[in-house]
């Protein structure tokens, strides 16, 4: 199993930064790709972004692309996701997954086998 925990959530203006973490533990060795979901009230959960932990390709959604960066820290088993140029309709609740299994432009649920409780976010205009 891998345990994953969330981390920097808040309210910030419109505009504004944020920079969410997550630290993995556990059986973190069979990870092969770690990311991010959002789930905005009323609507369903979306994919935001997901890295591939050995060679670091990134792949994000159409509307993150430009403002959201997605880095992660191999020794401290750490994803990260910088959020610049917030908007409101950023304003969600945001949840880092991990995966076994990494192919290009994995963006579906059900390519995820781990889960965090999530870190709200909330953008004010």
């Known amino acids: 199993q891998v345990q994953l925990v969330e981390s920097g959530g808040g309210l910030v203006q419109a505009g504004g930064s944020l920079r969410l973490s997550c630290a993995a533990s556990?059986?973190?060795?069979?990870?092969?790709?770690m990311g991010w979901f959002r789930q905005a009230p009323g609507k369903e959960r979306q994919f935001v972004a997901v890295?591939?932990?050995?060679?670091?390709?990134?792949y994000y959604a159409d509307s993150v692309k430009g403002r959201f960066t997605i880095s992660r820290d191999n020794a401290k088993n750490t994803v990260y996701l910088q959020m610049d140029s917030l908007k409101p309709e950023d304003t969600a609740v945001y949840y880092c997954?991990?995966?076994?299994?990494?192919?290009?432009?994995?963006?579906?649920?059900?390519?995820?086998?781990?889960w965090g409780q999530g870190t709200q976010v909330t953008v004010s205009s």
């Open positions: 997954v991990a995966a076994q299994v990494y192919y290009s432009g994995m963006q579906r649920e059900n390519d995820y086998d781990y």
């Open positions: 556990g059986r973190t060795f069979s990870m092969n790709a």
């Open positions: 890295i591939r932990w050995g060679g670091a390709r990134t």
